[in-house]
């Protein structure tokens, strides 16, 4: 027998609704669910970036680039073993992992002694996000200790310079532009012996303060996350940005000052499991000599 809460509210119901009201109430309520099955989404957007100026041994190089898993309640162990799963399936030459691993400096410890195991040809380099930089600061040479313990080079106001038939590519990464102590000079001068250098931040606001640096721009592509796309944006306006630049570097590729330089969505989310307008996105970008 039905509690007569229920029976009551139903004698509340009027009788002439509209058809169209009584239609949609019949609908599932995909507005709710959509946002949460799309954060539970991963895409690999393939990319060709051409560039005369990309050193000829560096031709059809390529790049797997995800940025912002933040492991932890919002995404588990389980979608961490298959996105490593995915991205070892590429066989890139270089996997660049772009900050914000987990929730705070411990969680990212946690997340990189689990042993992800991602894998590339030459290389896996990991740069810190504002998340990692969350904690003590003992714990960035912990983070740093459990990411070279998995096979990840960690860059922290610190570069590799990769040698290819000939040519020298660097990638220099610099420590979190908000929550860490990125230097800017120190992390510019490891790319002088390169014939390229791509520049890894997790936030594109440092991009700005690089425009004008005294020497010049000392980078070609710069490769960015925190965004997040906005998780939630509507016509590429996020409903609240992470950003100072509000939604100016919020998604995409951009060309500023005479670099390019890609802002991810990211592969996971922060704060509510929900993207909507802004899907989770990895990156497997190929690098084209255009002559
Ligand atoms: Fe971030």
Not at 139 to 153: H, N, P, Q, Y
Not at 163 to 176: L, P, Q
Not at 194 to 208: C, E, G, K, Q, R
Not at 227 to 247: E, R
Request: glycine fraction near 10%; charged fraction near 20%.
């Amino acid at each position: 027998m039905l509690p007569k809460r229920i029976d009551r509210e139903k004698k509340k119901q009027p009788k002439d609704t509209h058809w169209l009201g009584r239609m949609l109430a019949k609908l599932p309520p995909w507005p709710i669910f959509f946002p949460i099955y799309e954060a539970s989404q991963l895409n690999l957007v393939e990319e060709l970036y051409w560039s005369p100026r990309i050193p000829a041994g560096f031709d059809g190089f390529r790049i797997v680039f995800l940025s912002d898993i933040h492991y932890g309640p919002l995404f588990s162990e389980e979608r961490m073993r298959d996105l490593v799963q995915r991205v070892n399936k590429l066989h890139a030459d270089i996997v660049v992992l772009g900050g914000d691993y987990a929730l705070n400096a411990d969680s990212a410890i946690d997340f990189f002694q689990l042993k992800p195991g991602f894998q590339a040809k030459t290389a896996v380099l990991g740069i810190m996000g504002n998340h990692d930089r969350r904690g003590p600061e003992e714990s960035l040479e912990k983070l740093k200790a459990a990411m070279r313990e998995d096979g990840v080079t960690p860059l922290v106001n610190d570069g590799v310079v990769l040698e290819r038939k000939g040519s020298r590519m660097a990638f220099v990464g610099c420590d979190d532009f908000y929550c860490g102590n990125p230097d800017l000079q120190k992390t510019a001068a490891l790319s002088r012996s390169a014939d390229y250098t791509v520049f890894l931040s997790h936030m594109p606001d440092i991009l700005p303060e690089t425009f004008s640096m005294p020497g010049g721009l000392f980078y070609q592509l710069a490769l960015c996350g925190h965004t997040h796309g906005g998780q939630v944006a509507v016509l590429g306006h996020a409903i609240k940005s992470s950003s100072i630049y509000g939604s100016k570097y919020l998604s995409g590729w951009y060309h500023e000052h005479g670099v390019d330089f890609l802002v991810t969505n990211g592969v996971g989310t922060s704060g509510l499991p929900v993207r909507l307008g802004a899907k989770a996105q990895m990156h497997l970008i190929t690098m084209k000599r255009e002559m």
